[in-house]
Nanobody, 118 residues
Framework: QVRLQESGPGLVKPSQTLSLTCAVSGDYDTTNYYSWNWIRQPPGKGLEWIGYINFLGGTLYNSSLGGRTSISRDTSNNQFSLRLSSVTPADTAVYYC??????????WGQGTQVTVSS
């Protein structure tokens, strides 16, 4: 089973870029479609999907984030990353990375709190 662990700064200043990394370990099926996803949960709100990078390196982002998102992968180091630019306090949330395959999210990281504040 794949295991995921998020890492990155817990505090980001407004207008700066939020950068998080998700370390991947364990086994997973590479013979069928899968993707590496970022999802967040603002305080008092539900989960919001941010975007993914799939097994071919293709990406798709939530358009509600206004083109501020970039997801990349580093296959040699078994990790993938999120960059969210021009952050505001509305981007304060717990950020999760997750593995998607077989039409569902199989594994999640434990989540990391990111606060946007000056």
């Amino acid at each position: 089973q794949v295991r995921l662990q998020e890492s990155g700064p817990g505090l980001v200043k407004p207008s700066q870029t939020l950068s998080l990394t998700c370390a991947v370990s364990g086994d997973y099926d590479t013979t069928n479609y899968y993707s590496w996803n970022w999802i967040r949960q603002p305080p008092g709100k539900g989960l919001e999907w941010i975007g993914y990078i799939n097994f071919l390196g293709g990406t798709l982002y939530n358009s509600s984030l206004g083109g501020r998102t970039s997801i990349s992968r580093d296959t040699s180091n078994n990790q993938f990353s999120l960059r969210l630019s021009s952050v505001t306090p509305a981007d304060t949330a717990v950020y999760y990375c997750a593995h998607y395959s077989d039409y569902k999210f199989h594994s999640w990281g434990q989540g990391t709190q990111v606060t946007v504040s000056s």
